[in-house]
């Protein structure tokens, strides 16, 4: 994460969503370019921001964010 000084809460809070969009579309991307399926969810989803349909995808989805995460948090 980025070492900040924030002029406000606001900005800080803003940095985060987009920190955090960004990070749902590379999920997204990789989802989409190895056929997993999935739903975009909306309205603060008990689920989460995505929502993979088939169980037996858990492992790889779960691999693809812990990648995701080693890449941009060096």
Do not use: C
């Not at 990070?23 to 995505?50: C, K, M, Y």
């Not at 929502?51 to 037996?56: D, N, P, R």
Request: proline share 3%.
């Amino acid at each position: 994460m980025v070492d900040k000084q924030w002029e406000t809460d606001e900005d800080e809070m803003i940095y985060q969503l987009q920190v955090h969009k960004h990070f749902i579309g590379w999920v997204i991307s990789r989802l989409e370019a190895e056929g997993i399926p999935f739903q975009r969810t909306r309205g603060n989803d008990s689920r989460g921001d995505i929502f993979y349909q088939k169980q037996e995808d858990e492992p790889r989805v779960k691999e693809i964010v812990r990648g995701i995460y080693a890449k941009y948090n060096k």
